[in-house]
């Protein structure tokens, strides 16, 4: 396609173009055929009646003995009246009259093939160019019959110039012709400002589009219509936000992970100096050595949370039909050993029959440890835990309950969010890297659930996760067409 082509403008001006050629022509053709047509048609009928009245007014002149003088004047009158040549024949085809008297054909055979028609007892008609009068013609000619009998005396022969019609014809032409050269330049005119109108906006957003490619995230379109275009720039900023949201969300990512790498690495980095610069005592270096165990295992916590939450995005597809209550009990009976090592006391309330989930059972486990782990690690000595479950129709939850430190009612917003630690020094000793609840979050909202924090400082915390229960799926479950589902 050539270059130009490519341009919507050029494009639509085109089309414009070409559209109104189009209509032009077949309206223009149809137009001018049936005003000739018409016209035609008219003008036989006026030189058909003329040659009646010519004939039925020869017909006296042809029963007696035959002037040409005589019909060759009357021939000439009507000529003058009817704008025709007049031309009478004998049956023998030979001109008794004729309204051209220099240079006519006085005399002489007509040999038409209208005039035999006429001669015949019809009328006889054509249209043809004549090459001697450099024009159209029309030609008629009519019997002339006698009054008593049908005895054919002979036959009026008219000639019309058609030139009138086609002049008007023309006329018409020209006048199209010019509309249609007019209506050109101003649907040319159109469409150079409809697709101005366009194409601009289309230009500002491949504009805004490159910028961001070339990596400046921050572009708006000003919105200027409510049209499919409005539609797009909207949808554009939209998606540039959401862009630019995810890079600032991506860095400060990136920030926090190294924040949280350097302080254990830094302390790593104390701790190989100082032994291997200074002299110590074998359990002072099994102090530093120690120490240095405990940074490493923290590192390896970390990359282990980093893992997780990109691999649950892969996860993401992965549903399974998981009963609740096998993940449920498997997680209790695992987490039971750490709750009475640390001298703590587990209730449990949960009901006998819980519902199958549509979800990722590793996922589901992960979100359950994590909470156990956090109410085991914030609940000192001689508290309690309580893991309760709520069925209804269409949804269950489950809670873990401590009788732990709490959460400050302002810190209760950001506990979600990755690397957020309450007390940042006390929650890395413990080993947490702060990104357990937000890995919960985004496991439990990948499978449509929810969850919730309320919690009271020095009191306890309750974390409720709650997902959605789908009939179809369990066990025993009728189907519309009567079959059971079976898992
Ligand atoms: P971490 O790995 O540090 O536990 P989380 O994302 O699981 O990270 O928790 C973030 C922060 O929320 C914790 O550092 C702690 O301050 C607070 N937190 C979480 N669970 C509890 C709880 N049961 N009781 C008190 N504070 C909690």
Redesign the pocket.
Known sequence: MPSMLKSIRVRIALLFLLLLLAVMFVTGFFLLNTLENYHISLEKEKLEQTGLLAAEFMAPFLREEVDPVLLSSVAESFSRQFNARVIVVDPRQMVLGDSVRIGGMLGTGLDRREVEMALEGSIGQNVQFSELSDQWVLQVAVPIQADDNDRILGATFLSASLTPVFETIAAVQRFLIASTLVSMVLAAGLAIVISHHLTVPIKELTDAARKMAEGKLEQKIEIKSRDEIGQLARQFNIMASKVNEMNQRLTRFVADVSHELRTPLASMLIGIQSLQNYEMEPQQQKEFIDDINIQTQRMI?LVE?LLELTRHQEVADIKDVVPLELVLEEVLETTEPRVQRKGLTLFREVEEELPCLEISGEGLKRVLF??L???I???STGGWLKVKTQTTSHQVSIS?E?T????PQD?LPY??E?F?????A???E???????????KEIVELYGGSIT?A?QENK??V?TITFPVSPSIQPGYQAEGGSEVVI
Do not use: E
């Open positions: 916590y949370d994590n909470l782990d956090n109410a690690k914030f609940t873990v401590d732990g430190c709490g959460i810190a506990i979600f990755r957020y630690r309450v007390d940042q006390r929650a890395r413990m080993g947490g890297s702060g990104l357990g609840l937000s890995i919960c924090v919690s306890g915390s974390f």
